[in-house]
């Protein structure tokens, strides 16, 4: 079976794959395959990650040196938001879901297709048609609320709130119609033997992904849709000077936008799990646990926004609440964290550029929730509140979140994607690339914040210039790390050297049970599963009779490394 | 193959179920115009009990989730528990609003409009 | 092979008899039936948090300001309120009854109680429209807008906002529901369904439903305050 797979690389017949079995620009953009959806979406985030990481170049090119550097105070309070709002709308949200999730959790559990492929499609020109209409706002008048659009500034500013909300309102649906889809496609399509307990974990944590984005996501679109209406017909609601309450803004914002932190983070929890698992060779410790944190901090994730308001009016009693629930969040998210470690010890670690993204997760996380800790305990929040240690906090999260695990999952699957390797050596020197400038940019970031340098600012105290200096030194770093990945992945997706159809020994479907590029309907025949995700010992498939020479697959190329192994 | 699970919900409990619901219809409009005396403060809780009485009966029979699946139904009520906890957290700040004394209870006033009795109805 | 063995007969199984309606990613029948209403459920529920958004913007400026609600509530009509509560009751029920009749594949009453749904659904509008330009007339707008002389209250504005917003998106979602039936409706003159297959019908009668759901709680929340 798992020659049968490979046979047509053996035999150098052309194969019939996903990426080559209808042909033109029609065929892509009418598709209602998952895989090339996914693809479509890879190519759409990756623009807009580009757009926002320039932004975020300028932002630290701007603070280089106090005062007037590179632009005026009002363009960098452009650029900073835009910079915000691009990263968060339009690439943390969308990349993990919509580009690894749905290229994988349909082959994960067995399934064809998800439920509902059109619709599948029709949220990717959803998120098309609200990153438009978001960019028709930016060029025209621009934005400088910040991404968080905080009334009553928001519902005063000239800049071009009302169209950027209404795109938001548009996203929104993208983000639901995925949503809603992947939760379908769990319950209804998964294939015969497909337990709950065998569900990798990455379908796990897609899974409760998809609850927040279900359960939040309505509620940012009534949110930015009476943020427009605040401005179009002076509703009142929000804007004090009509007798509304800004307060309650954050409440509804914060009502999704905290939840949204999630919709970031638990998806890259599950693709930091398959990778933690094929690496380490061993199974995921505690399985169950590190499941059902992800539901856990799903649910626990709506309870918690106000943390965000602690200085903004919220009452104290609310704030205390708050508070505690906030420290519960912990609870789940340390299970896996641990779980993770435990998972790698005594492991037979090979260390593969993936890995190496888990690895760098592992240290850059738990700093990000840590000082989620320090900034969710309510004294300890009145002087941290909007300084640069917040900054440096959720970037902490969602760069190691949305980025390390986004690049992790992408080096993981991309020979499935388009069935060729990288070139291991560069990509393990620009994951150490990203990894260092990641510290470097944002770790200064931290002791700025506890000094006192206040976010949003486009000027500071000279004292501050050296960490300053440091922060965009990083940024370089970083920046010339990603573009070291996009040379050689550009590299492999015309000359890289073919890939076998398992080059990780993974145990899950989509690397067991199809050929080295999926099939359009992923299966010659549904699989029936008779074992868990992690269970290597029973994966007769991968690992031959379970010693000396693993690999059956007679297309597996030592060159790329495996021969180290 | 369809039918094995389908059920079909007879039409007299569908017609039963309409004329509850425009009974219960009459009955708030009427409790919701009268004057309760002393018992005033229950004009809400009549009003938001009926209503619930009713949306129960429309999900129950209407949409049949009282012949779905579990998990057609568990979608739904994990629906209305997220509502609950946007309420609740929501109206717990409002209520207990400048709580620590250094803050007023109610939002910025806007311009001040005079207040003017205003005649009920028109 | 001990890990993961293959089905070889599921696939071909459900190629054997493969019914017309039936998507090449669905394994049965049953399958897409049950996918199709577990989306609409969930669905159902992000449109409760839609709405959840404007009933907590009510109920905090009712606890806030009960006597502006109370004299504001006076200035709509509860018994065309309550006229469109039993229209919207009674198409709840033709809807209920088209499943009904979509199940038992009786074309005919299908089609009649589709059509009498969206003309209830049309009797809804009409009453709305009435009422809206009613206000307009009197200067009754949402907010800041608002500018009505017989009643001048702080906050009355939030009232009118609320109002106009909430049955605002409801009706929108009335309009929608009477395009999806419309269209459910020809499909089922065309002959589209069948006792075997009606699915379209019960999803669509499930949207229409919690049109009538949201309705059911707007009607003594904004029309009926004492």
């Given at each position: 079976?798992?020659?049968?797979?490979?046979?047509?690389?053996?035999?150098?017949?052309?194969?019939?794959?996903?990426?080559?079995?209808?042909?033109?620009?029609?065929?892509?953009?009418?598709?209602?395959?998952?895989?090339?959806?996914?693809?479509?979406?890879?190519?759409?985030?990756?623009?807009?990650?580009?757009?926002?990481?320039?932004?975020?170049?300028?932002?630290?090119?701007?603070?280089?040196?106090?005062?007037?550097?590179?632009?005026?105070?009002?363009?960098?309070?452009?650029?900073?938001?835009?910079?915000?709002?691009?990263?968060?709308?339009?690439?943390?949200?969308?990349?993990?879901?919509?580009?690894?999730?749905?290229?994988?959790?349909?082959?994960?559990?067995?399934?064809?297709?998800?439920?509902?492929?059109?619709?599948?499609?029709?949220?990717?020109?959803?998120?098309?048609?609200?990153?438009?209409?978001?960019?028709?706002?930016?060029?025209?008048?621009?934005?400088?609320?910040?991404?968080?659009?905080?009334?009553?500034?928001?519902?005063?500013?000239?800049?071009?709130?009302?169209?950027?909300?209404?795109?938001?309102?548009?996203?929104?649906?993208?983000?639901?119609?995925?949503?809603?889809?992947?939760?379908?496609?769990?319950?209804?399509?998964?294939?015969?033997?497909?337990?709950?307990?065998?569900?990798?974990?990455?379908?796990?944590?897609?899974?409760?992904?998809?609850?927040?984005?279900?359960?939040?996501?309505?509620?940012?679109?009534?949110?930015?849709?009476?943020?427009?209406?605040?401005?179009?017909?002076?509703?009142?609601?929000?804007?004090?000077?009509?007798?509304?309450?800004?307060?309650?803004?954050?409440?509804?914002?914060?009502?999704?936008?905290?939840?949204?932190?999630?919709?970031?983070?638990?998806?890259?929890?599950?693709?930091?799990?398959?990778?933690?698992?094929?690496?380490?060779?061993?199974?995921?410790?505690?399985?169950?646990?590190?499941?059902?944190?992800?539901?856990?901090?799903?649910?626990?994730?709506?309870?918690?926004?106000?943390?965000?308001?602690?200085?903004?009016?919220?009452?104290?009693?609310?704030?205390?609440?708050?508070?505690?629930?906030?420290?519960?969040?912990?609870?789940?998210?340390?299970?896996?964290?641990?779980?993770?470690?435990?998972?790698?010890?005594?492991?037979?670690?090979?260390?593969?550029?993936?890995?190496?993204?888990?690895?760098?997760?592992?240290?850059?996380?738990?700093?990000?929730?840590?000082?989620?800790?320090?900034?969710?305990?309510?004294?300890?929040?009145?002087?941290?509140?909007?300084?640069?240690?917040?900054?440096?906090?959720?970037?902490?999260?969602?760069?190691?979140?949305?980025l390390l695990a986004f690049l992790g999952g992408l080096h993981y699957w991309w020979p499935k994607m388009f069935g060729r390797l990288y070139n291991e050596k560069l990509a393990q020197i620009a994951a150490l690339l990203i990894f260092v400038g990641f510290n470097v940019t944002f770790f200064p970031q931290f002791i700025l914040g506890t000094q006192g340098m206040p976010r949003r600012y486009f000027d500071y105290v000279p004292e501050f210039t050296t960490l300053h200096q440091l922060s965009t030194v990083g940024s370089w770093i970083l920046g010339l790390g990603l573009l070291l990945v996009a040379a050689y992945l550009l590299h492999s997706l015309f000359k890289g050297q073919p890939a076998p159809a398992n080059p990780w020994?993974?145990?899950?479907?989509?690397?067991?049970?199809?050929?080295?590029?999926?099939?359009?309907?992923?299966?010659?025949?549904?699989?029936?599963?008779?074992?868990?995700?992690?269970?290597?010992?029973?994966?007769?498939?991968?690992?031959?009779?379970?010693?000396?020479?693993?690999?059956?697959?007679?297309?597996?190329?030592?060159?790329?490394?495996?021969?180290?192994? | 193959?369809?039918?094995?699970?389908?059920?079909?919900?007879?039409?007299?409990?569908?017609?039963?179920?309409?004329?509850?619901?425009?009974?219960?219809?009459?009955?708030?409009?009427?409790?919701?115009?009268?004057?309760?005396?002393?018992?005033?403060?229950?004009?809400?809780?009549?009003?938001?009990?009926?209503?619930?009485?009713?949306?129960?009966?429309?999900?129950?029979?209407?949409?049949?989730?009282?012949?779905?699946?579990?998990?057609?139904?568990?979608?739904?009520?994990?629906?209305?528990?997220?509502?609950?906890?946007?309420?609740?957290?929501?109206?717990?700040?409002?209520?207990?609003?400048?709580?620590?004394?250094?803050?007023?209870?109610?939002?910025?006033?806007?311009?001040?409009?005079?207040?003017?009795?205003?005649?009920?109805?028109? | 092979?001990?890990?993961?063995?293959?089905?070889?007969?599921?696939?071909?199984?459900?190629?054997?008899?493969?019914?017309?309606?039936?998507?090449?990613?669905?394994?049965?029948?049953?399958?897409?039936?049950?996918?199709?209403?577990?989306?609409?459920?969930?669905?159902?529920?992000?449109?409760?948090?839609?709405?959840?958004?404007?009933?907590?913007?009510?109920?905090?400026?009712?606890?806030?300001?009960?006597?502006?609600?109370?004299?504001?509530?006076?200035?709509?009509?509860?018994?065309?309120?309550?006229?469109?509560?039993?229209?919207?009751?009674?198409?709840?029920?033709?809807?209920?009854?088209?499943?009904?009749?979509?199940?038992?594949?009786?074309?005919?009453?299908?089609?009649?109680?589709?059509?009498?749904?969206?003309?209830?659904?049309?009797?809804?509008?009409?009453?709305?429209?009435?009422?809206?330009?009613?206000?307009?007339?009197?200067?009754?707008?949402?907010?800041?807008?608002?500018?009505?002389?017989?009643?001048?209250?702080?906050?009355?504005?939030?009232?009118?906002?609320?109002?106009?917003?909430?049955?605002?998106?409801?009706?929108?979602?009335?309009?929608?529901?009477?395009?999806?039936?419309?269209?459910?409706?020809?499909?089922?003159?065309?002959?589209?369904?069948?006792?075997?297959?009606?699915?379209?019908?019960?999803?669509?009668?499930?949207?229409?439903?919690?049109?009538?759901?949201?309705?059911?709680?707007?009607?003594?929340?904004?029309?009926?305050?004492?």
């Open positions: 079976m798992a020659t049968q797979t490979v046979a047509t690389a053996t035999t150098g017949q052309p194969e019939i794959h996903y990426l080559n079995h209808a042909k033109g620009l029609k065929s892509w953009l009418l598709t209602l395959d998952h895989k090339r959806i996914g693809l479509l979406y890879l190519v759409s985030v990756i623009f807009f990650f580009i757009v926002g990481g320039i932004l975020a170049l300028l932002v630290r090119a701007e603070l280089f040196e106090p005062g007037q550097t590179l632009m005026s105070a009002e363009t960098y309070n452009h650029i900073f938001t835009l910079h915000g709002a691009i990263m968060i709308f339009l690439f943390l949200i969308p990349a993990v879901p919509a580009v690894l999730g749905n290229f994988a959790l349909p082959i994960m559990i067995g399934a064809k297709d998800v439920a509902f492929p059109r619709l599948n499609l029709a949220s990717w020109y959803i998120f098309w048609l609200g990153a438009l209409t978001m960019l028709v706002g930016i060029v025209t008048s621009g934005l400088d609320t910040g991404w968080t659009f905080y009334t009553p500034y928001s519902t005063m500013t000239s800049s071009g709130v009302t169209w950027v909300a209404l795109g938001v309102f548009i996203l929104g649906f993208s983000s639901i119609l995925t949503g809603l889809n992947f939760i379908v496609t769990v319950h209804k399509m998964r294939a015969p033997g497909m337990t709950w307990s065998r569900l990798p974990l990455f379908v796990w944590g897609l899974y409760a992904t998809s609850i927040v984005q279900i359960l939040a996501t309505p509620v940012l679109g009534i949110t930015v849709l009476l943020l427009a209406l605040e401005r179009i017909m002076k509703v009142g609601i929000f804007d004090p000077a009509l007798g509304g309450d800004p307060v309650l803004f954050q409440h509804f914002f914060w009502f999704y936008s905290h939840p949204a932190v999630y919709i970031m983070i638990l998806p890259a929890f599950g693709v930091i799990s398959e990778l933690v698992g094929t690496f380490s060779r061993k199974g995921i410790f505690g399985y169950k646990f590190v499941a059902l944190s992800s539901v856990a901090i799903a649910f626990l994730g709506f309870l918690v926004w106000g943390h965000h308001m602690y200085v903004a009016g919220q009452s104290a009693t609310a704030s205390t609440i708050f508070s505690l629930l906030t420290f519960l969040i912990g609870v789940p998210t340390g299970v896996k964290v641990l779980n993770w470690i435990a998972s790698l010890y005594r492991g037979s670690i090979w260390l593969r550029t993936p890995l190496l993204y888990a690895l760098a997760f592992l240290f850059v996380f738990p700093i990000g929730g840590f000082t989620g800790i320090a900034l969710g305990t309510l004294g300890l929040d009145v002087p941290l509140h909007d300084t640069y240690f917040v900054v440096a906090h959720f970037h902490y999260v969602m760069v190691s979140g949305g020994g993974a145990g899950t479907l989509e690397w067991t049970h199809t050929g080295r590029i999926p099939s359009p309907h992923n299966f010659e025949r549904t699989p029936v599963v008779t074992r868990g995700p992690y269970d290597y010992h029973l994966a007769e498939e991968i690992f031959g009779n379970g010693h000396g020479d693993e690999r059956r697959t007679p297309t597996v190329t030592p060159a790329q490394g495996q021969a180290q192994h | 193959m369809a039918h094995a699970t389908h059920h079909i919900i007879p039409r007299p409990l569908l017609l039963k179920v309409f004329l509850t619901l425009v009974a219960l219809t009459i009955i708030t409009a009427l409790t919701g115009q009268a004057d309760l005396g002393v018992f005033n403060f229950l004009h809400v809780p009549l009003a938001i009990g009926i209503a619930v009485i009713k949306a129960s009966l429309v999900v129950l029979f209407f949409m049949g989730l009282k012949y779905d699946r579990p998990v057609n139904a568990l979608a739904f009520i994990i629906g209305l528990l997220m509502v609950g906890v946007f309420l609740a957290f929501t109206l717990l700040d409002m209520l207990y609003r400048g709580d620590i004394g250094n803050l007023s209870p109610e939002p910025i006033r806007g311009p001040q409009i005079e207040q003017v009795e205003a005649p009920a109805g028109h | 092979m001990a890990g993961v063995s293959e089905a070889a007969t599921g696939h071909a199984e459900a190629h054997a008899h493969h019914p017309p309606y039936l998507q090449h990613h669905f394994v049965s029948a049953e399958q897409q039936f049950d996918a199709a209403k577990l989306g609409m459920w969930i669905f159902l529920a992000t449109e409760i948090l839609l709405f959840s958004g404007m009933f907590v913007a009510y109920a905090v400026y009712r606890v806030w300001h009960p006597e502006v609600f109370q004299a504001a509530s006076k200035l709509l009509d509860w018994r065309l309120g309550g006229l469109n509560t039993l229209v919207l009751l009674a198409s709840s029920y033709t809807v209920a009854l088209a499943v009904h009749y979509a199940q038992l594949g009786d074309k005919k009453r299908l089609v009649q109680n589709l059509w009498l749904t969206v003309a209830l659904a049309g009797v809804f509008m009409v009453v709305k429209y009435f009422e809206y330009s009613e206000k307009f007339h009197h200067n009754i707008f949402p907010g800041g807008n608002y500018a009505y002389e017989g009643l001048q209250l702080p906050y009355v504005g939030q009232f009118f906002s609320i109002y106009f917003v909430m049955t605002g998106i409801h009706g929108l979602h009335v309009l929608v529901g009477m395009g999806v039936l419309t269209w459910i409706a020809l499909r089922a003159q065309r002959g589209d369904f069948s006792s075997e297959y009606y699915t379209p019908v019960e999803i669509s009668a499930l949207y229409w439903h919690l049109v009538d759901i949201i309705w059911i709680f707007l009607f003594p929340l904004l029309y009926l305050i004492h």
